[in-house]
């Protein structure tokens, strides 16, 4: 059974830093796709960052030069995902989710909501001005 759970959200001020972790479990395959999403009050879910099958970081234009994507090679079929966040501001207020993909299904759609099968449960993350 396949499981996704993130941890690292918190409270800052603008301009501080958090890193976000996902640790996906359940599936001996190493996922097509993993990424990260985001869900502000009365918004729609956003893609923020995501690696695709050929393993490149991808970013919404919103976070670029900010947040960087990472994750560590698989260990007993456990896939650690990061997301390190910098200058965080108050926009970025929302409730960070984690998604993996096994099928190709996210092919050329890495921060589309609709192309991942799998999600944890969100951390929250608020940054104040």
């Known amino acids: 059974q396949v499981r996704l759970v993130e941890s690292g959200g918190g409270s800052v001020q603008a301009g501080g830093s958090l890193r976000l972790s996902c640790v996906v479990s359940g599936n001996t395959w190493s996922p097509y796709c993993m990424g990260w999403f985001r869900q502000a009050p009365g918004q729609e879910r956003e893609g923020v960052a995501g690696?695709?099958?050929?393993?490149?970081?991808?970013?919404?234009d919103s976070v670029k030069g900010r947040f960087t994507i990472s994750k560590d090679n698989a260990a007993n079929s456990v896939y650690t995902m990061y997301l390190q966040m910098t200058s965080l501001n108050p926009e970025d207020t929302a409730l960070y989710y984690c998604?993996?993909?096994?099928?190709?299904?996210?092919?050329?759609?890495?921060?589309?909501?609709?192309?991942?099968?799998?999600w944890g449960q969100g951390t929250q993350v608020t940054v104040s001005s």
């Open positions: 690696f695709g099958v050929d393993g490149n970081p991808r970013y919404t």
């Open positions: 998604a993996a993909e096994w099928t190709g299904a996210c092919r050329s759609r890495v921060l589309v909501e609709s192309a991942y099968t799998y």
